[in-house]
């Protein structure tokens, strides 16, 4: 079994900033790699970014230039930094991991509300 909880979200202004937290505990695949994830309301989960266990950096073009992924392997866990908010950031963020067996595995989530 794999543990995600995910921290860090909250209320913010537009312009903004936020760091969100991503632990990892369990059978977690420390050489795969993490990603964020986020779902707006009425809206399908989308790829945020994503880093492989050597450092490599994804990110979707909407978050480019403004979010930085980030993870730190001897705590097992992954970072968010989010700057220059925009309000359609708005949306419950999820950290993604897998176990040995490739299984991939959700965090509860943590709401991000950029007002504008």
């Known amino acids: 079994q794999v543990q995600l909880v995910e921290s860090g979200g909250g209320l913010v202004q537009a312009g903004g900033s936020l760091r969100l937290s991503c632990a990892a505990s369990g059978r977690i695949d420390s050489s795969d790699g993490m990603g964020w994830y986020r779902q707006a309301p009425g809206e399908q989960r989308d790829f945020v970014a994503r880093i492989s266990s050597g450092g490599s950096t994804f990110y979707a073009d909407s978050v480019k230039g403004r979010f930085t992924i980030s993870r730190d392997n001897a705590k097992n866990t992954v970072y968010l930094q989010m700057n220059s908010l925009k309000p359609e950031d708005t949306a419950v963020y999820y950290c993604?991991?897998?176990?040995?067996?490739?299984?991939?595995?959700w965090g509860q989530g943590t709401q991000v509300t950029v007002s504008s």
């Open positions: 993604s991991g897998s176990d040995y067996l490739g299984r991939l595995y």
